[in-house]
């Protein structure tokens, strides 16, 4: 069982950055791929970006560039580091963790944070 809690969510200007952490439990967290995914208001889900490894990392092709993903195994945390924010990047971020890597679609990741709200004004 994993539990996770998402924080780091807030009102920032367009152009600015925010760091989204997720905080999980259980001692075997690092063997989970980690995801982000977000979702605005009267759209469905969609990936954001997800972390296997250091070296194991998948993006949206809409953040791609513009957001990282990474992992404190040490400390049973994963972030995201959202630069370069733009009005359309407004949504709840939800973590997420799954036995599978490689696939984006939310329907594999059975853990799931409470989300945090991140609103991008002009």
């Known amino acids: 069982q994993v539990q996770l809690v998402e924080s780091g969510g807030g009102l920032v200007q367009a152009g600015g950055s925010l760091r989204l952490s997720c905080a999980a439990s259980g001692r075997t967290f690092s063997l989970y791929t980690a995801g982000w995914f977000r979702q605005a208001p009267g759209k469905e889900r969609e990936f954001v970006a997800a972390i296997r490894s250091s070296t194991s990392t998948r993006y949206a092709d809409s953040v791609k560039g513009r957001f990282t993903i990474s992992r404190d195994n040490a400390n049973n945390t994963v972030y995201l580091q959202m630069n370069s924010l733009k009005p359309e990047d407004t949504a709840v971020y939800s973590c997420?963790?799954?036995?599978?890597?490689?696939?984006?679609?939310?329907?594999?990741?059975?853990?799931w944070g409470q989300g945090t709200q991140v609103t991008v004004a002009l």
């Open positions: 997420a963790a799954s036995s599978i890597w490689g696939l984006t679609t939310p329907r594999v990741y059975p853990y």
